[in-house]
């Protein structure tokens, strides 16, 4: 953690009022109260496992960082460095989508703080194959190679393009597309400059408050990447059928007309969906941790110039973050 302090090495008073194991140095033998400690680091009772490996923006390991100097601000965002959750990359609104010490624009996975692996508890933000991506947001994390190009916690000004005829609203750090009728649609989307002799991975979190279910329409929302401006693309959806069953769905955004390529019944209101371009126009749609759910070829170009974003039809979805990942 990275919030109130000066140098360590003074005086025990000058430490901050909210800190955590691994986060004070401690050369001169001086910890706060309730801390002992060991090995050079101040260490809470009870905690004896390996500090942290996590690169942060300073180039240290996070936690056992010493806090920032109230009289600079490396960054000029109007955040001293004693309170700035990113010191060296500009935040004036300090947004920390998952509450941990790293603001969105330097956390190595701003959406998950931890993560579930064959049911045991993760930290999001290590960071296995060294590329940046912390390994709860890698989609390889044991490949060098990925790239986080793109994150919104939908905070503040949202510097996306809306389209459709229902207009997103964007309150308390989420996006809200509420179209109720068979023929209603909203997007949030966002310019990207993609590579194409890779893979890309947009993943967004939801809440389907409601889908219509007709014999003719049934729809929802997810994740979506554009290859053509913001007409044809494909994305990852989760909604119900036309049984009314609920569904996750790989489908074909065609001006806006979604056609499901393939689908899998009985998956949760609550939900992280993502959209994967393997190769050429093959994707998968998964239900995160990462569970391949429906895959196929979608007719769409593939674009150096793309959108990618968040979707809804004929749906009342929340949508709480989105992010792009590019790489193996």
Same mark, same amino acid.
């Given at each position: ?44 009772? /009870? *905690?004896? &496992? =390996? ?8 180039? +240290? @390991?996070?936690?056992?960082?010493? %806090? ?84 919104? /916690? *939908?905070? &503040? =000004? ?8 229902? +207009? @997103?609203?964007?309150?308390?750090? %989420? ?154």
């Amino acid at each position: 953690m990275r919030l109130l302090g000066v140098v360590i090495a003074a005086l025990a008073a000058c430490y901050s009022p909210s800190y955590r194991d691994c986060e004070v140095l401690c050369a001169s033998g001086t910890c706060p109260a309730g801390f002992s400690c060991e090995q050079g680091v101040c260490r809470t009772a /009870g *905690f004896s &496992g =390996a500090c942290g490996q996590m690169n942060d923006d300073m180039g +240290m @390991p996070a936690d056992a960082e010493i %806090d920032g100097n109230a009289m600079l601000d490396t960054d000029m965002d109007g955040k001293n460095d004693a309170i700035d959750n990113c010191r060296t990359i500009s935040n004036p609104d300090q947004a920390n989508e998952d509450g941990d010490v790293f603001g969105d624009v330097c956390d190595p996975c701003p959406p998950l703080a931890t993560y579930l692996e064959n049911n045991v508890v993760m930290d999001a933000n290590l960071d296995s194959d060294n590329d940046l991506v912390g390994d709860g947001c890698d989609p390889n994390k044991l490949q060098f190679g990925d790239r986080l190009v793109f994150f919104s /916690g *939908f905070n &503040g =000004a949202v510097p996306g393009t809306f389209a459709g005829p229902v +207009m @997103p609203m964007i309150s308390n750090g %989420d996006a809200r597309i509420a179209a109720p009728n068979s023929q209603d649609w909203g997007a949030v989307s966002f310019p990207i400059a993609i590579d194409t002799s890779k893979s890309q991975y947009v993943t967004t979190a939801i809440h389907v408050n409601n889908v219509i279910a007709s014999p003719l329409v049934a729809e929802g929302g997810g994740a979506l990447v554009f290859f053509d401006g913001a007409s044809r693309g494909a994305a990852c959806m989760r909604g119900i059928d036309t049984a009314n069953n609920p569904t996750i769905s790989l489908v074909e955004v065609n001006n806006n007309n979604p056609i499901t390529v393939d689908e899998t019944q009985a998956t949760p209101m609550d939900a992280m969906v993502r959209v994967k371009r393997r190769s050429g126009t093959q994707f998968d749609c998964n239900l995160m941790p990462p569970m391949t759910i429906a895959v196929g070829p979608v007719n769409v170009p593939i674009s150096p110039q793309s959108r990618v974003g968040v979707y809804a039809r004929s749906a009342d979805v929340v949508f709480h973050w989105v992010m792009f990942v590019e790489g193996n």
